[in-house]
């Protein structure tokens, strides 16, 4: 499974931005994707998740102002991100679980200013 992120950014606080991760590869057997982020100096820390039925599930810090997507016609995943806020600032990465096996993609970074 190959993952490409994309749609990071400079954005002021309030504002929104939209993540898009295109698929390829094997994916008709992934059973989850999802995204995470890291901030400088700290781990990376889960985001939100979207399972293969359409089930989603989000980190308490985002639910809310956060909403993640699958789009199946052309095998891409979205975040859209509104009400940001600087504390979301990071690096994106986009995941996808297929078999126990995680993916990543490159990561996309999104800078919030205060």
């Known amino acids: 499974v190959q993952l490409q992120a994309s749609g990071g950014g400079l954005v002021q606080a309030g504002g929104s931005l939209r993540l898009s991760c295109a698929a390829s590869g094997r994916i008709r057997s992934v059973n989850a994707m999802g995204w995470y982020r890291q901030a400088p100096g700290h781990e990376r820390e889960f985001v939100a998740r979207?399972?293969?039925?359409?089930?989603?599930n989000y980190a308490d810090s985002v639910t809310g102002r956060f909403t993640i997507s699958r789009d199946n016609s052309n095998d891409t995943l979205y975040l859209q991100m509104n009400s940001l806020k600087p504390e979301d600032s990071g690096v994106y990465y986009c995941?996808?679980?297929?078999?126990?096996?995680?993916?990543w993609g490159q990561g996309t970074l999104v800078t919030v200013s205060s």
């Open positions: 995941n996808a679980r297929r078999l126990a096996v995680d993916y």
């Open positions: 979207i399972l293969s039925r359409g089930v989603t």
